[in-house]
């Protein structure tokens, strides 16, 4: 694949481009620090940053207790004031880093967004296809009674449990997806509508010639099928694949275009994403971190363990997402910033100069 051609840059930029540089990068480095704090809170046990607030609050007499059910002993403030660093360090960071980057273009900015966007969802198709696959084989192997005499009774009855599966499967699984996804490139989510047309012809085949069923084959085509809902969003909009459906788009010129993408991506899509995650991952009890935390199956008796991990996907596609719509905004913002050409020269009575 032959590499990028070289971007300009821009000797002397202004305030418009240094801001919108400061603005992506801290919407990218902020989605980023509120998913490891999710991490750290809900898997890891730390206080979280709202219950610093707080602590504070009641320290600094802001308020009258109890806000807090109890006050942070020394250890847990300083992994809570570790959890707010987070998020200020990531302001800091990206403010610092365009200071010392004032010449870079913002096309430089956006193909580093957008290539994070890509390495994304990339992750989300080798993690999907690798724990799709393993965990349908367990179930076979559990359904049918074979897995005891491979593993054992004990491994067995823990396999059995979606926690340790999740945990000593899966997880294992999904690292091994992240380092594939950085050095494999030619295989990518759009193999998910193959993989999912192979798993139902396997259904339609065992169904009606063997008759042979069994609830975890089912299973694997609604996760693949989710999936690939989820991630080929995000990867059609890295692609440029999306279909617009409006009828003034089509007739703008380069500029028009230019702002409905970057009006569209600050207001409409970045806080989209957002809703999502805050929505979703603000407290244990969400609608996507209760089944992440807890690993949650379906009640089809022994069909596969990944429920949990469709609400996963939803987290990928406001993660991919969000990088992508930032990447979309710097490159709008890089157009309308252009010089636009000057008209061609004409002569009075209107024919074209010789």
């Not at 945990?167 to 997806?177: E, N, T």
Request: with cysteine; hydrophobic share 55%.
């Amino acid at each position: 694949m032959p590499s990028p051609a070289p971007l300009p840059v821009t000797a002397s930029p202004g305030p418009v481009e240094q801001l919108s540089r400061i603005l992506a990068g801290v919407t990218v480095c902020m989605t980023a620090a509120f998913l490891v704090n999710f991490g750290l809170t809900f898997v890891g046990g730390w206080p979280g940053v709202p219950a610093l607030a707080a602590h504070l609050g009641v320290a600094w007499g802001w308020f009258d207790p109890p806000p807090v059910a109890s006050p942070l002993d020394a250890g847990s403030l300083a992994r809570a004031w570790v959890q707010f660093l987070l998020y200020a360090g990531s302001v800091a960071g990206v403010v610092g880093w365009v200071a010392a980057t004032r010449g870079r273009a913002l096309e430089a900015d956006a193909r580093i967004y957008s290539a994070l966007a890509a390495y994304i969802v990339q992750a989300g198709f080798w993690s999907v296809f690798l724990v799709g696959l393993a965990d349908a084989f367990i179930s076979f192997l559990r359904v049918e009674g074979f897995l005891s005499a491979l593993v054992g009774k004990a491994l067995t009855t823990k396999l059995g449990l979606s926690q340790f599966r999740g945990q000593y499967v899966h997880l294992p699984l999904m690292g091994v997806a992240c380092i594939l996804s950085l050095f494999t490139r030619s295989v990518s989510v759009v193999w998910l509508a193959l993989l999912i047309v192979l798993a139902e012809f396997l259904i339609v085949i065992t169904r009606f010639i063997f008759s042979y069923e069994q609830a975890f084959m089912g299973d694997l085509v609604r996760f693949w099928y989710a999936a690939l809902f989820l991630l080929a969003s995000a990867y059609s909009l890295v692609e440029g694949g999306h279909v617009r459906v409006d009828v003034f788009y089509a007739r703008f010129d380069p500029r028009g275009k230019a702002w409905t993408n970057a009006v569209g991506s600050l207001l409409l899509g970045i806080p989209l994403c957002w809703i999502i995650l805050s929505m979703g991952l603000w407290t244990k009890g969400s609608s996507l971190a209760s089944p992440l935390l807890h690993f949650e199956i379906s009640q089809s008796g022994f069909g596969m363990y990944v429920k949990y991990l469709m609400a996963g996907c939803l987290v990928v596609f406001a993660a991919s997402m969000t990088a992508q719509f930032t990447s979309y905004f710097l490159e709008s913002v890089a157009t309308l910033r252009r010089p636009e050409a000057p008209e061609p020269a004409t002569s009075a009575s209107g024919a074209g100069t010789a």
